[in-house]
Antibody
């Protein structure tokens, strides 16, 4: 069974930092491209950024609104994806989801096929 | 950053057919945008229905189909069921390797 479990969210003051984690099981993590997606309360989905698989270089891309403030990384030994969020603004308040942007399950291509349950980050003074 | 547009809301009768569309501020949506469609119900994570314009996951009900229509990506629901009432999001790929979501369509089955 594929599982993605986010952790590390909570309440933080504007200008503060957090590190979100996404523990992944049930897939070959080293081959998976992973993305973060967020959703502000009552709003739509917003793609935050990705981390390519180590076999594809492990490089990252981030959307313009968070570029320079958010950093995505991965630890293959722990099958875990991270999102370091710095210089937080009130508009960063959202549920943050990790998802498998590119992965194969039992040989079948399953892009954006698996999602975590989401973790809430609240930025407020 | 490109803007992806969707109908804010649509209503379909049970058993009826409805088409949701997804446009891009940069011009026509093509297969090169690798259009995705997601379904999200309240309190749940999104679920992917369609990828790369028209491909389905193993869990995608057969009544959902994806296509390109008139310069937009389209999601057609044929034979709507009450459980299809949800928010639907499209996702498009842009140069530079970035994804952009549409604002979502709230689908009511009534």
């Amino acid at each position: 069974e594929v599982q993605l479990v986010e952790s590390g969210g909570g309440l933080v003051k504007p200008g503060g930092s957090l590190r979100l984690s996404c523990a992944v099981s049930g897939i070959t993590f080293s081959n998976a491209w992973m993305s973060w997606v967020r959703q502000a309360p009552g709003k739509g989905l917003e793609w935050v950024g990705r981390c390519r698989s180590k076999t594809d270089g492990g490089t990252t891309d981030c959307a313009a609104p968070v570029n320079g403030r958010f950093t995505i990384s991965r630890d293959e030994s722990k099958s875990t994806l991270y999102l370091q969020v710095n210089s937080l603004k009130t508009e960063d308040t959202a549920v943050y989801y990790c998802t498998t942007e590119r992965t194969y399950i039992n040989g079948l291509y399953a892009p954006f096929g698996y999602w975590g349950q989401g973790i809430l980050v609240t930025v407020s003074s | 950053q490109a803007v992806v547009t969707q109908e804010p809301s649509l209503t379909v009768s049970p058993g009826g057919t409805v088409t949701l569309t997804c446009g891009s501020s940069t011009g026509a949506v093509t297969s090169g945008h690798y259009p995705y469609w997601f379904q999200q119900k309240p309190g749940q994570a999104p679920r992917t229905l369609i990828y790369d314009t028209s491909n389905k996951h193993s869990w995608t009900p057969a009544r959902f189909s994806g296509s390109l229509l008139g310069g937009k990506a389209a999601l057609t629901l044929s034979g709507a069921q009450p459980e299809d009432e949800a928010e639907y999001y499209c996702l498009l790929f842009y140069t530079g390797g970035l994804w952009v979501f549409g604002g979502g369509t709230k689908l009511t089955v009534l």
